[in-house]
């Protein structure tokens, strides 16, 4: 057994756990992307990022790839982690803003505009639908290919893999090929609206493809 | 390509476990790209999913799963030769071959890459072609580069250069001569001999200038295959007495007309020889 803090807290773990799991064991929120119980943790997406060690020491680590280790010292929510976060989350949405997940999660932590080259990616990497296919599924028919800018994920050679049996499970895990939030503008996808619960702007706006229910972009101020 | 011949090489680097990058590595080196095909053979050979292997073979640039050209231009785009002009030297290759980056030209001859850096930054902008480095390089000089390619970097200007001159060989047992007026290799009248390896008989033709390793054969000889070679006239194994200094094959022994003793390794690729002149005038 471990014993770490977690925000000042003390809290004992199994050996091998890790720090998200302590973390989601005393109830702090976490943000994450490409973690799912039941697939090896990857560590892909970084919005886990929490700040261990203490005085000068410091760094940051993504919790769900982070062994809880005795004595650590570990903040979920410092100015430090913070600022990461939000940078991460820019980035995400700058990779796919269609994203209705990334879009709720930049609305929860009240990001608004991110201030780089807008892509409109259907894919952010995080890969979950490959460890689904391998882990879960036991197919193996979609993997990471290239490296770099070019890194994809998809079948080998592109052609429709022997090895698929057409589950879905890579859908069902997909955080960003839902379909995007449009607000009113296209290309300003972020609205934050889903964050708040007042009546549904459907009725003002034909192009509302959220499918939170109810969608209040309308009623956010206008800056 | 065959599925058998995959599979041999798999069998060849059966004592490197999971090594798939030395597999792909010698795939590579045999057919000058990956073919689609040969990849699934490595899968099920292996007992690795396609996906891994897919993923490994287009992670490393060594790999190409295209057919390349002939020869391999790389202009050099490390920060130096970038600074030096190598953006442009990169356009002047793409108008000389009339093909794009990371392409092949339609003949087939070359293939344009580029790199990042070659280490050689103050000899940028730097180009590589076929491990040839041409240094420095302008835009009035790729298309020499181009045409110098075309007419074979490896070729050795016998009139000049005083390590390699041509020989006149004869059989040690028959003292027939081996000379071939009628296949000329570098220009001059080739050595003729009968090879024979994995039960195929065929002939080989050999340069007969010393320093030179141009060959030409009824078969495509493997890379690293041991051969075994006859007189053609009396069906004598020109064998040596001595294992080659290099790789250890057997050596095949030749006799030079106005004496000497020419030795050659048997094995395709290893450039072990020795030229014992002893009684040469």
Redesign the interface.
Known sequence: MITLKINGLPVTVDKGATLLEAIRFLGFHVPTLCHMEGLSPMGACRLCVVEIGNGNNNKLVSSCTYPAQEGLNVRTSSTRVMNARKMIIELLLATAPQSKTIQDIAAKYDVRRQRFRQRYESCILCGLCVRMCEEQMMAKAIGFRGRGDRRSIGTPFDSKSEKCRLCGGCLYVCPACELRCTYTEPDKAVCGGCANLSPPCLINYDDVMCYMDPCVACELPKE | MSADSIRKIIDDTRDQPANIIVVLEDIQAKFGYLP?ES?RVVAEETGQ???????VA??YKTFS?KPRGQHRVSVCLGTACHVRGGPSIEKAFQRALNCKTGETTDDKKFTLETVACLGACALGPIVVVDQHYFSKVTIDDVRRVVRKTLEGLDKVDITKDKSVFPVEIICSRCAHSLMDPTFLIDDYPSVRVTIYFERMHGWLRLSSVYGSYNIESEYEIPMDAVVNIFCPHCHTELKGNIPCPECHAPMVSMVVRGGGVVQICSRRGCKGHMLDVTGMN
Do not use: H, M, P
């Not at chain 2, 999913?49 to 993923?55: A, K, T």
């Open positions: 689609e990849l999913s396609l996906v891994d292997i897919y993923g287009t992670f799963l």
